[in-house]
Structure formats: structure tokens, C-alpha cells
């Protein structure tokens, strides 16, 4: 059965840092592209950032370009979300999810993720 764990989250001031990791067992994560979403509290699941089965190619949502950085190291099957400058809006429950299809990933079409973690929670806040 295919699971994905993420782990990291916490309480962290306004300018501070956290990496997330997403955690694959079940399955071999080099076969999957690797999102990032996030949900606030009343707010829809939005994409953050994304990496592809090879790692080369890489997205990021406009609200975190330049701050956030995404990596794999498939030896560990695991994916990291390493964020900076954190603001109070980057806020909310983080999700890793699976694409087995795509070459590339994406941020916007959540559909193309087919397992999906269960959360681990960030907040910003002094």
C-alpha cells in the first residue's frame, strides 16, 4: 500500500525557517513526481511547489518563489520542502502527494495526484 508521511511542521516566528519531508513507504518514490500543498484554515488546497521523478525539473507557487526550495534524495525516499522568510500567510496544513503519471509536475492540477499524506501542520506566528 503506498504511504506518504510528512513530517517537520511546527511553530515558527516570522522570518524563521522549517524543512518538511515527505516520507514515501510501500512504493519507490523515483517513479513519482512530488508535490507540495497547503491548506489554511477556510481556505481551498493550493499547490506550493513541485519536483519531478528525476528532480531536474522543479515548480514553485508565486507566493513562495525565492524562499522555498524543493529536493529528493530517492536513496532515502524522501522529498524536502525547505522554507524560508516565513511569513504569517504561509500558515496551514502541509501536504505531500504522488503523480505517477506526469514527466514533469504540477501545482495547479491536483487531480494528477493519486496518494496523498495525511498533513503535517506549520504555523507562523510571534
Known amino acids: 500500500q503506498l504511504q506518504l508521511v510528512e513530517s517537520g511542521g511546527g511553530l515558527v516566528q516570522p522570518g524563521g525557517s522549517l524543512r518538511l519531508s515527505c516520507a514515501a513507504s510501500g512504493f519507490t518514490l523515483d517513479n513519482y513526481a512530488i508535490g507540495w500543498f497547503r491548506q489554511a484554515p477556510g481556505k481551498e488546497r493550493e499547490g506550493v511547489s513541485c519536483i519531478s521523478r528525476s528532480g531536474i525539473s522543479t515548480k514553485f507557487a508565486d507566493s513562495v518563489k525565492g524562499r522555498f526550495t524543493i529536493s529528493r534524495d530517492n536513496a532515502k525516499n524522501t522529498v524536502y520542502l525547505q522554507m524560508s522568510s516565513l511569513k504569517p500567510e504561509d500558515t496551514g496544513v502541509y501536504y505531500c502527494?504522488?503523480?505517477?503519471?506526469?514527466?514533469?509536475?504540477?501545482?495547479?492540477?491536483?487531480?494528477?495526484?493519486?496518494?496523498w499524506g495525511q498533513g503535517t501542520q506549520v504555523t507562523v506566528s510571534s
Open positions: 502527494a504522488a503523480d505517477r503519471i506526469s514527466t514533469t509536475c504540477t501545482v495547479i492540477f491536483k487531480g494528477r495526484y493519486e496518494s
